[in-house]
């Protein structure tokens, strides 16, 4: 494992349990973790309403260089739009619900900013 790697896949757990959390804390059931499919994956998978909610999860430094909403790039997009297929087709029971793609950054004071429909 490279140097640095541990602390990077520990900070995008930590981080992928405080988005479950807080969303949880703000009435999202949490359906799914890490669901993969293929080459992609989605952090979580929640339903609030009459909405699923298929969000990336990102730890974020404010030193960074560039917005958050920058990694949403056509390719991003493509395979979350891959992966929310294939949990829906497997789960035909949601087919009524409407779709959201989100983003959900977790800062290094440990806030979340929460980002929907993004696309």
């Given at each position: ?64 260089p560039i917005h958050p909403l920058e990694i949403f790039q056509l ?45």
């Open positions: 494992m490279k140097p640095g790697s541990r602390r990077r896949i520990e900070k995008g757990i930590s981080g992928e349990n405080l988005a479950a959390q807080l969303l949880s804390e703000e009435g999202h059931k949490i359906l799914e973790r890490n669901f993969r499919f293929r080459d992609g994956e989605i952090d979580i998978i929640s339903e609030k309403g009459n909405v699923l909610y298929f969000t990336e999860v990102k730890y974020w430094s404010k030193t960074s390719p991003k997009m493509r395979k979350m739009r891959t992966v929310a297929e294939n949990y829906l087709s497997r789960n035909v029971s949601y087919k009524d619900h409407f779709v959201s793609f989100s983003l959900a950054v977790i800062t290094e004071k440990r806030e979340l900013k929460y980002y929907l429909n993004l696309f």
